[in-house]
């Protein structure tokens, strides 16, 4: 459904508020039409009962009715002649009413207190109500009175009928003023209820960069979102800055490499040079291209770490067999530096992930602890009930901005010995990246001067032995 919110509620409000009147409007003429018409049936009850009253027998001269000929037409409060009709036990007529001609079969079927009430046409046409009832006549004490007098009294229904019309006529007109008035009350309503929106989306055409909403003045059901808008505008600043800084950083991790190509390239051709001294060149570049041949790899990794692009296998890993394998390739600048390395992993202890990644979390580990720790010191990896890995180190400890900082990218706490040995800094970044998608914790403790990183499973399951 197209349009704006406030047209989109108002066609939802106005048929509900105008089917409300209707419903009101309709139930109140009903109301009044059945209290008109019953005071008109009381009334005419009630004079019924009061005719009757008046029919009497006495032995000399049988049934009679008090009043006579003369009132067989008899004058309503309202004007209206009232049609009476008084029937003995023989059906002969009492007080015969040509407009009643007919009826004593079927307002016999009354009784006193319970008289039969129906619509009647008159001779005219004109539409009436009947009473009739049936009763015993009015003797004198002691004498037995006939059992059976029927009477019926009618009378036209043309003034309570034109009473309702016009109430029909006022109900018509007040409904429709009404619906006009709710459909005006309701659009009213709605913008009025709306405004705050409004005052949002016009803040929203005028919000530029990543400025927050206002939200002190918005309602309750607005404020969470415009609250969480604002956590998203913060989170995407963040973002956009985390990518600036990115995007700098590897301009300027890759800027080191490519100088280094560019200024042992123009060397080599600035004159003729023997054999070896090309094939130094060669060895120069060679090793600055797999540097950053390395650097763009666990960039590209990153990337796919973040978009959720890196898929994951599940299977036993021996982890022992892994810390040995990760450390070979560290094993010449260890003992360059005289550190002891001690793999106290279990033999048989496994851990269900996926080989290669797994790896290149280790791999980090260990060579960021071959790099950074002190020369003649020791380095020991190891695993338990408390962790699935946990490569140890004997200093020196770190600082507080180095643990504040030391799984950010390409932040490097020594950037002299980093770029010696070919550090680019992100490689703990990338370790942690990997443990995320592994299901794996990777935190740093510090105990002392020693330093450690530590390796958690998220499910128990994970680790077997």
Same mark, same amino acid.
């Given at each position: 459904?197209?349009?704006?919110?406030?047209?989109?509620?108002?066609?939802?409000?106005?048929?509900?508020?105008?089917?409300?009147?209707?419903?009101?409007?309709?139930?109140?003429?009903?109301?009044?039409?059945?209290?008109?018409?019953?005071?008109?049936?009381?009334?005419?009850?009630?004079?019924?009962?009061?005719?009757?009253?008046?029919?009497?027998?006495?032995?000399?001269?049988?049934?009679?009715?008090?009043?006579?000929?003369?009132?067989?037409?008899?004058?309503?409060?309202?004007?209206?002649?009232?049609?009476?009709?008084?029937?003995?036990?023989?059906?002969?007529?009492?007080?015969?009413?040509?407009?009643?001609?007919?009826?004593?079969?079927?307002?016999?079927?009354?009784?006193?207190?319970?008289?039969?009430?129906?619509?009647?046409?008159?001779?005219?046409?004109?539409?009436?109500r009947v009473v009739g009832l049936r009763f015993?006549? !009015?003797?004198?004490?002691?004498?037995?009175?006939?059992?059976?007098?029927?009477?019926?009294?009618?009378?036209?229904?043309?003034?309570?009928?034109?009473?309702?019309?016009?109430?029909?006529?006022?109900?018509?007109?007040?409904?429709?003023?009404?619906?006009?008035?709710?459909?005006?009350?309701?659009?009213?309503?709605?913008?009025?209820?709306?405004?705050?929106?409004?005052?949002?989306?016009?803040?929203?055409?005028?919000?530029?960069?990543?400025?927050?909403?206002?939200?002190?003045?918005?309602?309750?059901?607005?404020?969470?979102?415009?609250? !969480?808008?604002?956590?998203l505008l913060g989170d995407l600043e963040r973002?956009?800055?985390?990518? !600036?800084?990115?995007?700098?950083?590897?301009?300027?991790?890759?800027?080191?490499?490519?100088?280094?190509?560019?200024?042992?390239?123009?060397?080599?051709?600035?004159?003729?040079?023997?054999?070896?001294?090309?094939?130094?060149?060669?060895?120069?570049?060679?090793?600055?291209?797999?540097?950053?041949?390395?650097?763009?790899?666990?960039?590209?990794?990153?990337?796919?770490?973040?978009?959720?692009?890196?898929?994951?296998?599940?299977?036993?890993?021996?982890?022992?067999?892994?810390?040995?394998?990760?450390?070979?390739?560290?094993?010449?600048?260890?003992?360059?530096?005289?550190?002891?390395?001690?793999?106290?992993?279990?033999?048989?202890?496994?851990?269900?992930?996926?080989?290669?990644?797994?790896?290149?979390?280790?791999g980090n580990l260990l060579a960021n602890a071959?790099?950074?720790?002190?020369?003649?010191?020791?380095?020991?990896?190891?695993?338990?009930?408390?962790?699935?890995?946990?490569?140890?180190?004997?200093?020196?400890?770190?600082?507080?901005?180095?643990?504040?900082?030391?799984?950010?990218?390409?932040?490097?706490?020594?950037?002299?010995?980093?770029?010696?040995?070919?550090?680019?800094?992100?490689?703990?970044?990338?370790? !942690?990246?990997?443990?995320?998608?592994?299901?794996?914790?990777?935190?740093?403790?510090?105990?002392?001067?020693?330093?450690?990183?530590?390796?958690?499973?998220?499910?128990?399951?994970?680790?077997?032995?």
């Amino acid at each position: 459904m197209s349009g704006s919110l406030r047209a989109r509620l108002s066609r939802a409000l106005v048929p509900v508020v105008v089917g409300l009147l209707l419903t009101v409007a309709l139930a109140l003429t009903l109301v009044v039409e059945r209290s008109i018409r019953g005071d008109f049936d009381a009334e005419l009850l009630a004079r019924a009962r009061t005719y009757a009253a008046l029919v009497e027998y006495d032995v000399e001269d049988g049934l009679e009715f008090e009043l006579g000929d003369a009132l067989a037409r008899l004058p309503g409060d309202d004007g209206d002649a009232a049609h009476l009709s008084i029937w003995g036990p023989d059906g002969a007529a009492l007080l015969d009413d040509p407009a009643l001609t007919g009826l004593s079969r079927q307002v016999s079927e009354g009784t006193f207190t319970t008289p039969v009430i129906f619509d009647h046409a008159l001779p005219d046409g004109a539409p009436s109500r009947v009473v009739g009832l049936r009763f015993r006549a !009015r003797a004198d004490p002691g004498v037995a009175a006939p059992d059976g007098v029927t009477l019926a009294i009618a009378r036209s229904t043309a003034r309570p009928d034109a009473v309702m019309r016009t109430l029909y006529g006022w109900f018509v007109g007040l409904g429709l003023a009404s619906i006009v008035a709710a459909t005006a009350a309701v659009r009213g309503a709605v913008r009025r209820g709306l405004a705050p929106v409004d005052g949002l989306a016009r803040a929203l055409e005028r919000a530029t960069g990543f400025a927050p909403l206002p939200s002190a003045s918005l309602p309750d059901e607005l404020r969470p979102l415009v609250t !969480r808008f604002n956590a998203l505008l913060g989170d995407l600043e963040r973002a956009f800055a985390r990518e !600036r800084r990115f995007t700098a950083d590897v301009a300027h991790e890759l800027r080191t490499p490519l100088s280094v190509l560019q200024s042992t390239i123009e060397l080599t051709l600035t004159r003729e040079r023997a054999p070896a001294e090309y094939r130094d060149a060669l060895a120069r570049l060679h090793k600055s291209v797999l540097s950053t041949a390395a650097l763009v790899e666990d960039l590209l990794l990153l990337a796919r770490l973040d978009a959720g692009q890196v898929p994951v296998a599940r299977e036993p890993v021996p982890l022992r067999a892994l810390v040995d394998d990760c450390q070979r390739p560290h094993a010449e600048a260890a003992a360059r530096r005289r550190l002891r390395f001690e793999n106290l992993v279990p033999a048989t202890l496994e851990l269900r992930s996926d080989r290669d990644k797994l790896r290149i979390v280790v791999g980090n580990l260990l060579a960021n602890a071959v790099a950074y720790t002190e020369e003649g010191g020791w380095i020991r990896v190891r695993a338990g009930e408390d962790v699935a890995l946990e490569v140890r180190d004997s200093g020196p400890p770190l600082a507080a901005e180095a643990r504040a900082r030391i799984f950010d990218r390409f932040w490097r706490a020594d950037e002299a010995r980093s770029a010696d040995e070919g550090h680019c800094g992100i490689g703990l970044s990338l370790a !942690r990246s990997l443990c995320e998608a592994l299901g794996l914790s990777l935190a740093l403790a510090s105990d002392g001067d020693e330093v450690a990183f530590q390796l958690r499973p998220r499910a128990r399951e994970d680790m077997s032995q």
